[in-house]
Structures are given as C-alpha cells and as structure tokens.
DNA sequence: CTCAGTGCAAACGATTTGCAGGGCC
DNA sequence: GGCCCTGCAAATCGTTTGCACTGAG
C-alpha cells in the first residue's frame, strides 16, 4: 500500500476492496467488487466502492478495463497483458502473450499521434460454452 | 442497402442515417449522428437513431466500437482496421495497419477458447494536442 | 483535532423501451 | 392493409455526487 500518496487515509474499505480484488482473476465489475467485499463489510455504500476503485486505478494500484459490454471491470493485476472475452457468457480473460512492441511501432508510422500505449482485445467462445454453441 | 434482411424497410430515417455516418470518418457517438441527421429530418427522435445504429450495427453494415470513454462510437467503414484515441480530446482515428494474423494464433495457443476476432486500440495524444501537452 | 473518507440517497447521462399512430411494401 | 417503424416520454442501468457524520492520522 506504499504506493499511495501520503495524504490518502488507509481506510479499512479502501483495503479490503483491494483485498478482494487482488484474490481474484476474474476481472469483477464494480457491482461485482461490492458484493464480494459487502460480505466482510456489511454497511458499505456502493459509492464507496466506486469512489476507491476509481481512485486506485488512478493511482496504477489496479486497472480498469473496457472490455465489450456495459459494465468497466477492474483488474487487480497490473502487469501488461491482453484480455480475451467470451461473447455468450461475457467472462473476460487474462491472455499472456508477450506484448507486441511492432504494433505501436507501425501505428507511429502511420499517423501523427505521439503513441502512449496500446491494448489487444480478443473475443471468442470459451470452453464452457463452446459444446452449446 | 442490399444488406438488409427482406422484412427490413428502407425509411428515410434508416437511409439518412447511414448516409451520414458513411460520409465521415469521425466515429460519431448516437447523439452525434442524431445531430447530423437532424438536419436533414428535424422531427426524428433520439430512440430511432439509436434503434436503427443497432439494427444496422448487428447487419454488420457498419461497426459499433468500444474505445474509452462513456460513449459508444459508430463506424461506417466496416474493413478491418485499428484505432486511435487521442487521452486529450478523446478524438478516435483510424490506424490501417495490416492484421495481425499471429496475435489470434499466439492467443488461441494460450487459451481454450474459440477466438473469433480480435481488435487493437492504441491511445496517444494527437497532433493537434500535443502542443499543449 | 482535522480533514479525507464514508453511508445514504438523490442526481445524472447514456441507452432502452412501451405505446399509439404512421407509412413502407 | 398488415406490420415494421416512428416520435415521444417514461423507465432503466451504470455511475457520480452532495451532504452530514465518522474515524484515521
């Protein structure tokens, strides 16, 4: 938790949300985070979930991540990978290739942009619901 | 207009749409192509730009993609081709650079899913904002 | 003590939907 | 003439925010 400013409490919320979401891989929306810590922390507010998971991705602790679908996810692993998303049952993957530096070298090469990053999104059927596809 | 499912009529408001979106390439949000087609037919209602987005979204007769940001972005050009976000004025562009055929491959190597797309999104900060940058 | 953080509920913005009437095929 | 489609408005869903109170430092 050295990562945050000096300034930023550590509030018993703000860690077992992090908690949570580090103990999974499964990429929980926010609603999802909230149910998962409400059981330790019955009297939380959903606001208090959103607020902190908002202010942990800023501070790089956690990812958010825009998959397809409505909902953001979060993602406690901050380490770089891609993400694959299974459009019938919408889970969402982590896919460890190595990251294609090429990709960001090509896009420069063809636009004017100063490039900051990139992210690869894949989707598919996943094998749990790939026999009733 | 050939696309289209028999059953499916061609209204003014379906044409016009299209007709707007396929006339930029500025990836529009809903209500921006309400506010292009509004122009054109002031009496249409946001539902109908909506409804018809979707339609024609699910015919594969244009894209509806899913950078950052709140908003969904709709894509008249449907070959396949990358994007661009600018982080400063939330612009989205397009990157044609070739596919990556290899990054389906790498992916479905590590994984057991079925992968039927993927997409790249770079983000970076455009020509026009990098001055202020 | 102080002020960042909380719970709660109301507000918000994007999108969806129910419905009665309208117009394409 | 049937029924897909529209305009309109209300409803829904995810997320944000205002406020008075609480508790970490």
Do not use: W
């Not at 049952?89 to 960001?104: A, K, M, Q, T």
């Not at 420069?108 to 094998?127: E, M, P, R, T, W």
Request: hydrophobic letters at 35%; charged letters at 30%.
């Amino acid at each position: 938790m050295n990562v945050l400013d000096s300034n930023m409490r550590l509030t018993s919320q703000r860690q077992v949300i992090l908690e949570e979401l580090q103990k999974v891989t499964s990429h929980p929306t926010a609603s999802d985070v909230f149910d998962m810590v409400r059981k330790r922390l019955p009297r939380i507010g959903l606001g208090t979930v959103y607020r902190n998971l908002d202010l942990l991705a800023e501070r790089g602790v956690i990812k958010k991540i825009e998959v397809g679908g409505e909902q953001k996810r979060f993602d406690g692993d901050t380490s770089p990978h891609y993400h694959i998303r299974c459009v019938k049952c919408n889970r969402v993957e982590d896919i460890f290739i190595e990251r294609h530096g090429e990709l960001e070298k090509n896009a420069a090469s063809c636009c004017n942009y100063k490039i900051l990053d990139h992210h690869v999104q894949f989707s598919g059927i996943c094998s749990e619901c790939l026999p009733e596809a």
